[in-house]
């Protein structure tokens, strides 16, 4: 390691013609990118190239010249459009040689399943000159690790299940000694049910404070209908500073928002429903319309869901809604299929029909068709009934009939969030 | 357009130090392939960068020595970070003049809302000498179409509700006419619950007949777990003989996959089955077990599906199964609640209580727990009930939990399908 530098700014470059189509896009990147920043590397350019040697050479040198460490994903199989060795060693002005080692584990693989090595799988046996060789778990191509002139360049397979555990291995073999001291934690903070708009007022007035800090806080905000995730992260000289500063944050966060958050450790908003029923050994009953078995399938994703929900009733016809729920006839009349009083008499109905605990009625309009002036496309009605007691809302969401049906599913769990915290 | 060159080969560069987080990529350059695409111009080259303009200029000289059309997205906002027309002007070697239509424009566009036009904005009025200027319906960031030296740049906004208009409008007014003659022409046959190496060993001997054909088909193959899709492509003189030459190959798959195909015109599978019951003037219910709704919420992703679907049961636990369904317990001891008999006893009873034509029975073991050496996780059993008759089948699907129940729900909407087509 004798004068080699840190690497501070990354390039990640994609090789493969399929990733220029409309269908396809790299998502490599985001775990590579993932995996350098939490050690401190931040990446400053990325790109996707087709399988034409001279042009990946060209993007190749062009990233070295922004960066001091390159990582290309895909372009290391045994076939004429693999050519990623061929451009690197280009680039960098490097010969390629053959390594009888790498030759003979891909005669033994092949041989293992019975089979003669094809020819075109010796180009995978060739290196860059003073290369180390990254084995491959999972696949033929093995990658190759660069130190030169103070700058890094990694190559890597492209499939995810073969890039994956070897970018972990280099990254902790071969990049951590290099950037040694730098620590990069984060946090998530997730809120559901509230637009990034409200959030990011809220929330604004801190951001100046973490960024004086010491170490500083850096905020990033990810946004879709129905939630809201604050990412924080923080370089620190060891962990226990780390967390320190983490937790300070989040406690700030859960200062300004109260009860809005339903998580600070990574757990999505159906584990988080999941695990407040466990722990009280209650069981839930859903009473869904307008999402059609959304928000029951989203607490089915957890595993061991079976512990706790008991059952769903999808009552899309008001025939359902009688027949399974007992929801009175004259209820429709009186009141509309949507609206707050038919909620209230599912969620009851379930929670009856089902002998559990806790149970959630929805009903609504999830469009594009069936609003009016009074009742337009996004109007939902939930409630939610437990022992000697329920509660029931009304909304109006925005967007298309899916995004309606999320956002409702968001709100009906949130709804059991916060009854459940409560008792 | 006078000695204008018709351009071929594009360069894709999104800007804005977001993108270069592990929790955002680039989207809008699929849209953008896509319409360039439909033009008969090829992406050979896309990237990402961040907010600094030394280094865009240096991508956009990259860019446009590999393309002779660069498209660049985001960068044209009011702020410092903001630097996309200063880079490209840089890199063209040609000036920025600011153009007084458009800062009057901004003025009226904030005087509409009452508000001063604040300093900052006046940037989003600089020009690049010579360039068309392409209004904004949905912001402020006007885009630029630059013509030079027999290459084409091209400035549009970040936002897509922003973009996606005016590249629309841009593609229809300066890049049509330059390409005139070309056209792309796709079509997209879809197929369910088969791998892609089974498909890829059926449909691979079509290819090359399909490269040598005049006009030649391209192809394209989009698989996930649970579902194919082979994107067809054709750039022919005519609409006439692209369609005729795609219906060819259509007919050619068809031929190959008889009854696997569920689609040909876009269609997901879930509309597939709302037009077959639609057809019929049938209602369908859904008894759901491991699926935990997921097979009924997608029936209803479908505007207008009301009409058919009925109600769905999703009965987590045997007593539901008992309770809603009438299922025997003597069935569980028997042969498990994961069990043909089981499944078939789900459907009967979904179909009698709902007092529906047809209806599905799913039950299976989604893990990553539940599974025995006879029944390991991923094993599902469906079946189906209809006027007289019935089917049921048994199913092996791998992956996370999420893909099983995924799988599970396809094939259930197929049995749903198969089962359609015949009556």
Same mark, same amino acid.
């Given at each position: 390691?004798?004068?080699?530098?840190?690497?501070?700014?990354?390039?990640?470059?994609?090789?493969?013609?399929?990733?220029?189509?409309?269908?396809?896009?790299?998502?490599?990147?985001?775990?590579?990118?993932?995996?350098?920043?939490?050690?401190?590397?931040?990446?400053?350019?990325?790109?996707?190239?087709?399988?034409?040697?001279?042009?990946?050479? *060209?993007?190749?040198?062009?990233?070295?010249?922004?960066?001091?460490?390159?990582?290309?994903?895909?372009?290391?199989?045994?076939?004429?459009?693999?050519?990623?060795?061929?451009?690197?060693?280009?680039?960098?002005?490097?010969?390629?040689?053959?390594? +009888?080692?790498?030759? =003979?584990?891909?005669?033994?693989?092949?041989?293992?399943? /019975?089979?003669?090595?094809?020819?075109?799988?010796?180009?995978?046996?060739?290196?860059?000159?003073?290369?180390?060789?990254?084995?491959?778990?999972? *696949?033929?191509? %093995? /990658?190759?690790?660069?130190?030169?002139?103070?700058?890094?360049?990694?190559?890597?397979?492209?499939?995810?299940?073969?890039?994956?555990?070897?970018?972990?291995?280099?990254?902790?073999?071969?990049?951590?000694?290099?950037?040694? /001291?730098?620590?990069?934690?984060?946090?998530?903070?997730?809120?559901?049910?509230?637009? +990034?708009?409200?959030?990011? =007022?809220?929330?604004?007035?801190?951001?100046?404070?973490?960024?004086?800090?010491?170490?500083?806080?850096?905020?990033?905000?990810?946004?879709?209908?129905?939630?809201? +995730?604050?990412?924080?992260?923080?370089?620190?000289? #060891?962990?226990?500073?780390?967390?320190?500063?983490?937790?300070?944050?989040?406690?700030?966060?859960?200062?300004?928002?109260?009860?809005? @958050?339903?998580?600070?450790?990574?757990? #999505?908003?159906?584990?988080? @429903?999941?695990? $407040?029923?466990?722990?009280?050994?209650?069981?839930?009953?859903?009473?869904e319309s307008c999402t059609g *078995?959304?928000? !029951? #399938?989203?607490?089915?994703?957890?595993?061991?869901?079976?512990?706790?929900?008991?059952?769903?009733?999808?009552?899309?016809?008001?025939?359902?809604?009688?027949?399974?729920?007992?929801?009175?006839?004259?209820?429709?009349?009186?009141?509309?299929?949507v609206?707050?009083?038919?909620?209230?008499?599912?969620?009851?109905?379930?929670?009856?029909?089902?002998?559990?605990?806790?149970?959630? *009625?929805i009903t609504g309009i999830a469009?594009?068709?069936?609003?009016?002036?009074?009742? %337009?496309?996004?109007?939902v009605?939930?409630?939610?009934?437990?022992?000697?007691?329920? !509660?029931?809302?009304?909304?109006?969401?925005?967007?298309?009939?899916?995004?309606v049906k999320?956002?409702a599913?968001?709100?009906?769990?949130?709804? $059991?969030?916060?009854?459940?915290?409560?008792?």
């Open positions: 390691m004798h004068g080699a530098t840190a690497p501070r700014r990354a390039a990640i470059l994609a090789v493969g013609s399929e990733l220029l189509t409309p269908f396809r896009t790299d998502s490599n990147s985001l775990a590579i990118t993932s995996a350098l920043n939490d050690l401190g590397i931040r990446v400053v350019w990325k790109a996707i190239v087709g399988d034409q040697q001279d042009e990946l050479a *060209g993007a190749v040198r062009h990233a070295l010249s922004l960066a001091d460490l390159l990582v290309l994903t895909g372009g290391l199989g045994p076939t004429d459009d693999d050519v990623t060795r061929e451009a690197v060693a280009e680039a960098l002005g490097l010969p390629l040689e053959e390594h +009888e080692a790498i030759a =003979e584990g891909l005669r033994a693989r092949f041989a293992a399943r /019975g089979l003669e090595m094809p020819a075109i799988n010796r180009r995978q046996a060739k290196v860059i000159a003073g290369a180390t060789i990254l084995p491959n778990a999972n *696949g033929t191509a %093995p /990658g190759q690790w660069i130190a030169a002139g103070g700058r890094y360049v990694l190559l890597l397979p492209g499939p995810p299940r073969e890039m994956r555990p070897m970018l972990a291995a280099v990254l902790a073999a071969q990049v951590a000694p290099l950037v040694k /001291g730098a620590r990069v934690m984060r946090r998530v903070v997730k809120i559901a049910g509230r637009p +990034e708009s409200w959030v990011e =007022e809220r929330a604004h007035q801190l951001y100046g404070a973490w960024r004086e800090r010491v170490p500083p806080i850096e905020e990033s905000t990810l946004a879709s209908p129905g939630q809201v +995730e604050l990412h924080l992260s923080v370089v620190a000289p #060891s962990e226990a500073e780390g967390h320190a500063a983490l937790q300070r944050a989040v406690d700030e966060l859960l200062a300004v928002f109260e009860g809005e @958050v339903f998580s600070t450790d990574g757990r #999505s908003l159906e584990e988080v @429903v999941g695990d $407040l029923l466990r722990r009280r050994g209650w069981r839930v009953a859903l009473a *078995g959304l928000a !029951c #399938s989203r607490l089915t994703d957890v595993p061991g869901s079976s512990d706790y929900v008991e059952r769903g009733f999808v009552t899309y016809s008001n025939r359902a809604k009688t027949e399974l729920l007992g929801v009175g006839e004259e209820l429709f009349a009186a009141h509309g299929a609206s707050e009083a038919v909620a209230e008499a599912m969620a009851a109905g379930a929670r009856a029909r089902a002998d559990v605990e806790i149970a959630v *009625g469009g594009p068709g069936g609003g009016s002036r009074e009742k %337009p496309v996004g109007t009605a939930i409630a939610v009934a437990w022992p000697g007691g329920g !509660c029931v809302e009304r909304y109006r969401f925005t967007g298309d009939r899916q995004a999320f956002q599913s968001q709100a009906a769990l949130t709804l $059991l969030r916060k009854r459940l915290e409560q008792v």
